[in-house]
């Protein structure tokens, strides 16, 4: 797979979470860090997601905010 988006993260379907429409897929990287996406149900089917099974988080983004208490 190749993809102009530098931020590719490696990891492991952790779990994946249906909703009416979306599901929420975490992936666990090396190191355990876990991210999570919000995708249709359509992509998760396109996509034979299933957990446990390799993935990766790929992340695009033109803003990144920063919050401080």
């Known amino acids: 797979m190749k ?33 999570m996406a919000s995708i249709t149900n359509e992509a998760v089917a396109d996509l034979g997601l299933v957990v446990g099974q390799p993935a990766v988080a790929v992340i695009k983004a033109s803003d990144v905010m920063v919050g401080v208490e």
């Open 3 to 35: 993809l102009s988006a530098r931020n590719q993260l490696k990891g492991t379907v952790l779990s994946i979470q249906k909703g009416a429409t979306t599901s929420h897929v975490s992936i666990e990287l090396v190191g355990g860090a876990v991210v």
